[in-house]
């Protein structure tokens, strides 16, 4: 894959069922590892506001694209100009909203933005599973691929060529 057509990466974050501090803190991982994008699910914790929550997402992370599902005729116009001030330019919103960075769900699961199109893969069950997911979207013209978080790809993202087998990681047993 050459850099000028790498297939992004973005994950999609659930929105925390627990403490929001270790959700941010998971959020920062993924960014670190080299998640191009990190989308904030809109269908889990309902009782948390998702444009608050990519606020704080915006204040913590420097470089991805902050996705989030926004009703765009939900009054919060001062709310989405702050965040996107916040996020210095970097939010998109799933939907139609005049003036704002839009996404735009796709009739085949997927989502497109001005760049391209963004499809939905599953976690991978390892390093070639992954690099085939990641050489189907090149093929099929995608801009990237959208993941559901798990700990598992952060390796996947930091160590992409790894080929495994790595004694120096394994832990002496007892």
Known sequence: ?????????????????????????????????????????????????????????????????????????????????????????????IGEVSGMRTVVRLEDGGYGEGEGRWASVGVPVGRAAWREALREAEERGDHGVLVPADPRLLDLLRNPEDPGGRHDLQLAQG
């Not at 990466?9 to 929105?15: A, C, D, F, Q, S």
């Not at 809109?42 to 926004?70: I, M, N, Q, S």
């Not at 009054?75 to 100009?81: K, N």
Request: hydrophobic share 50%; no cysteine; net charge negative.
């Open 1 to 93: 894959m050459s850099e000028a057509r790498r297939v992004r990466v973005g994950i999609v974050l659930p929105r925390p069922a627990g403490d929001p501090g270790e959700w941010l803190t998971e959020a920062v991982a993924f960014e670190a590892a080299g998640a191009d994008a990190l989308w904030v699910e809109h269908g889990a914790a309902p009782e948390l506001d998702p444009l608050t929550l990519t606020a704080a997402l915006a204040a913590v992370t420097y470089r991805a694209l902050l996705v989030v599902a926004v009703a765009p005729d939900d009054g919060r116009s001062h709310a989405l100009a702050t965040v996107e001030r916040l996020s210095r330019g970097r939010l998109a919103l």
